[in-house]
């Protein structure tokens, strides 16, 4: 079966990042991945995104559907022909779309958990949450500024920028594989 090209628009997105122990990120990530370390932390974190008339390409938008998701991701890294490569893996992803928990595994990379998402926003200010159907919970609230927060583990946007740029490949678990998304 050759599935369809899908077309949306990312609506809004949120990447929120934390710090953990190396150690303790390597025992839940498979092989061949570890954990991409930045000043001796492994970075792991959530992105919070909204989406918008997503359909097979060429359709109009009102055929499209629309989504909150979050997708729980670790930055790892890992060994290829010879040369170490850099992404992240994502072991859940949560969604407010049945649709997508249907398909998820089969059209869309990785296992799609339905998710009751809340969010509000005014202005910059920001709050997400929400509960899936298997009880994990995230609640966030943000503020949009121009300012970098100090306490980071880096030191500036561009460190920050860097150390994500060339990840842009993400691996899902799906049945007994993992699918490059």
Not at 63 to 75: D, P
Not at 139 to 162: V, Y
Request: glycine letters at 8%; charged letters at 30%.
């Amino acid at each position: 079966m050759k599935i369809p090209t899908i077309h949306g628009y990312i609506d809004r997105r949120i990447l929120i990042n934390f710090t953990a122990d190396p150690k303790a990120v390597n025992k839940i990530i498979p092989f061949p991945f570890r954990p991409k370390i930045y000043k001796e932390k492994a970075i792991v974190g959530i992105c919070l995104i909204r989406l918008k008339n997503i359909k097979p390409k060429g359709l109009p938008d009102f055929f499209g559907v629309n989504s909150e998701n979050g997708a729980h991701r670790i930055a790892v890294e890992w060994d290829e022909n010879g040369e170490t490569k850099i992404g992240v893996f994502i072991p859940r992803r949560d969604t407010s779309l049945k649709l997508n928990t249907l398909v998820g595994g089969r059209i869309f990379p990785g296992r799609h958990y339905y998710a009751k998402f809340n969010v509000k926003e005014n202005k910059g200010n920001y709050h997400v949450d929400f509960k899936s159907s298997d009880n994990t919970e995230i609640s966030i609230d943000a503020i949009e500024t121009k300012l970098f927060n100090e306490k980071s583990i880096f030191e500036t946007l561009n460190n920050a920028s860097d150390f994500f740029e060339n990840g842009d490949c993400g691996y899902s678990p799906n049945k007994d594989k993992f699918e490059r998304n």
